[in-house]
């Protein structure tokens, strides 16, 4: 995934390479390219009272683990796929695209929601996290390193979405008193290697750490 | 997904002014957790999204005047972690909390729950609402029915009312309010839901220019919800049952017992509410309700299963009254 250490581009910049060309070729992180493609000088505030935008792309602004990205979306585009096509976050996963996989999990305002659900231009104003935004490979979450201690994962796609409803549902039940109860607060993802027992056990550990302040 | 306007009101009328008088030309976007997976499908197209999270007289849940107001905005996550809610109206917390997934329940709203189009995956895969094959006969019927109605589809509807709270609110007598730019009226929950007899007809009493803007639902009820499913999270739900009793000391004055899940739309079971009523609960009152409640089913070829699931709902939701959990 990515640094989280964005360099400042300057907004004019136009995408002249590939998403996935530019990150290959040149290996800068996220925040390089995402100002890249999305840099439009003066985004023009959204939402005045009944006005209408679109269908072509709009103007607008997202608030992204405490960044804010302009870009420029037509208002079909899903949070998911301006995170993923034009933000270069590719860490919440695209698999069902219909709300019943949990892959694509961010958390928004304090709460777990699917990305693939939400439309990006409906997202302004709001707080984003995703799962470039907590911990560091240095540092890593609480979360993410007990699904590493218990072997959470296997394939590895279903994890950031994981990672990110265990975090949003420990941020709010902080004491989980039993397995039944993690089962319950993340009821809304799958894992098709079925690595649930270590998932279970990750959320419960994690619970510890998180208590003791490590929430990042 | 068809390209689409998008428009985010702050007010209830700048938004009514921004819809149509036809489906398709504008629709309201509240949650979004269906219209989009419709829209990502093409099952429909809609050339205007209204975004309504905005809008802030459409949120909010409080009580007043012996009665609970819901409004249309508040999230499915917001009625469950209710205290008023949880203590007097436990059928609607444990409908709500029935709902797909905490992602679901974090954005979905109480308006968006009842407004949401069916899962028939006869309708879903294009086929329309009645489903009826190239030569006019319905598919349903000699098709994979095993989540269909075996209530209420004698008018060619075979799908299942996906709303969770809607079973509630019939039972509760609650009233749904709707509003457009010319003015407001109030739908009675059991009308607000009907069996579509086209098409193009709609499986709620909603029009095209109007948006539900709050439920009022009069206290003073015990009542309990019981939802039966094959998965412990992420499913639907085969067969819910919603009760609500006006008891008189120990007895039941009246009652109302509504199944899900089964029928079109929520499902008043009457014999079973007539069956307590002048009764106190025990085993053997609950089992002739929940008896009741299924007589007259018309199970399909593959769902004659979902009838024995009803009954055992009825049976559980009047036992948690019964035993004071509800």
Same mark, same amino acid.
């Given at each position: ?7 400042e ?15 290959q070729?040149?290996?800068?992180g ?7 493609? @999305?840099?439009?000088?003066e985004a ?5 009272? &009944?006005?209408?935008? /679109?269908?072509?792309a709009?103007?607008?602004?997202l608030?992204?683990?405490?960044? @804010?990205?302009n870009?420029?979306l037509?208002?079909?585009v ?5 995170l993923?096509?034009?933000l270069?976050?590719?860490g !919440? ?8 996989c949990?892959?694509?999990?961010v ?6 929601v699917?990305?693939c659900?939400?439309? !990006?231009?409906?997202?302004?104003g709001?707080q ?6 907590i911990g560091t ?23 950031p ?18 397995e ?5 607060g993340l /009821? ?6 079925? @690595?649930y027992? &270590?998932?279970?056990k990750?959320?419960?550990?994690a619970a510890?750490?998180v208590?003791? &302040?490590?929430?990042? | 997904?068809?390209?689409?306007? *998008? ?17 398709g030309?504008a629709?309201?976007?509240? +949650?979004?957790t269906?219209?989009?997976?419709l ?14 999270k ?8 409080s009580?007043?005047?012996? =009665?609970?107001r819901? +409004? ?5 996550e ?7 809610i ?14 797909a997934?905490?992602q ?6 109480v308006?968006?729950?009842l407004?949401q189009?069916?899962r028939c995956? *006869?309708y ?14 319905p598919?349903?019927?000699?098709g ?5 109605? %075996?209530f ?6 075979y799908?299942?009312s996906?709303?969770s709270?809607?079973?509630a ?5 609650a009233? %749904? ?12 929950? =059991?009308?607000f839901?009907?069996?579509p007899? #086209? ?11 109007e948006i ?23 499913d639907?739900p ?15 004055? #009246?009652a109302?017992?509504?199944? +899900? ?10 014999a079973?509410?007539? =069956?307590?009523?002048?009764?106190s609960? #025990?085993? #053997?009152?609950? =089992?002739?309700a ?5 007589q ?31």
């Amino acid at each position: 995934m990515s640094s989280r250490k964005e360099p400042e581009v300057p907004k004019k910049t136009k995408p002249a390479v590939s998403r996935r060309g530019f990150i290959q070729g040149v290996g800068l992180g996220t925040g390089a390219l995402g100002g890249a493609l @999305t840099g439009t000088a003066e985004a023009a505030p959204q939402s005045a009272g &009944g006005a209408v935008s /679109g269908p072509g792309a709009v103007p607008f602004s997202l608030r992204i683990n405490g960044k @804010t990205h302009n870009v420029t979306l037509e208002p079909r585009v899903t949070l998911l796929d301006a995170l993923r096509d034009s933000l270069d976050l590719t860490g !919440a996963k695209r698999v069902c695209d219909r709300g019943t996989c949990g892959a694509c999990t961010v958390i928004v305002d304090g709460r777990a929601v699917y990305a693939c659900s939400v439309l !990006a231009i409906d997202m302004q104003g709001r707080q984003i996290q995703t799962i470039e935004g907590i911990g560091t490979p240095d540092k890593p979450h609480p979360v993410t390193s007990a699904f590493v201690e218990h072997d959470a994962q296997q394939c590895g796609y279903c994890t950031p979405g994981f990672v990110m409803a265990a975090k949003a549902y420990l941020d709010r039940n902080p004491n989980p008193r039993s397995e039944a109860d993690v089962e319950a607060g993340l /009821g809304g993802n799958l894992c098709r290697c079925g @690595t649930y027992v &270590g998932v279970r056990k990750a959320v419960l550990d994690a619970a510890r750490d998180v208590r003791r &302040g490590r929430n990042a | 997904m068809h390209a689409f306007e *998008y428009a985010n009101p702050t007010t209830l009328k700048d938004a009514l002014a921004l819809l149509g008088n036809r489906w398709g030309d504008a629709d309201v976007l509240a +949650g979004g957790t269906d219209i989009l997976s419709l829209m990502k499908d093409e099952v429909y197209v809609s050339k205007r999204l209204v975004n309504i999270k905005n809008i802030k007289e459409l949120g909010g849940i409080s009580m007043s005047r012996g =009665a609970l107001r819901i +409004g249309a905005g508040a999230t499915l996550e917001q009625l469950i972690e209710n205290a008023e809610i949880r203590k007097s109206f436990p059928s609607l917390a444990a409908a709500a909390r029935g709902v797909a997934s905490p992602q679901i329940r974090n954005i979905g709203t109480v308006g968006g729950d009842l407004c949401q189009r069916p899962r028939c995956w *006869y309708y879903r895969g294009g086929n329309g609402l009645l489903a009826k094959g190239a030569n006019g006969r319905p598919l349903v019927p000699n098709g994979e029915n095993k989540y269909h109605a %075996i209530f209420g589809h004698e008018g060619g509807a075979y799908f299942v009312s996906p709303s969770s709270l809607g079973p509630a609110l019939v039972a509760l007598d609650a009233k %749904i309010k709707l509003a457009s730019a010319s003015g407001t009226r109030e739908v009675e929950a =059991a009308k607000f839901f009907v069996a579509p007899a #086209s098409d193009t007809a709609r499986e709620t009493a909603l029009l095209p220019n109007e948006i539900v803007t709050e439920i009022l639902v009069p206290a003073g009820m015990r009542n309990a919800t019981y939802e039966v499913r094959e998965k412990q999270a992420l499913d639907w739900p085969l067969a819910t049952a919603s009760v609500a009793l006006q008891m008189k000391g120990n007895s039941v004055a #009246s009652a109302k017992v509504v199944l +899900g899940h089964v029928a079109p739309t929520p499902w008043l079971a009457a014999a079973a509410g007539q =069956a307590l009523s002048g009764k106190s609960l #025990s085993d #053997s009152t609950i =089992a002739e309700a929940a008896d009741a409640a299924v007589q007259g089913a018309k199970p399909l070829s593959q769902n004659k299963y979902k009838v024995q699931l009803a009954r055992v709902a009825v049976k559980r939701a009047l036992t948690e009254i019964a035993r004071g959990r509800a």
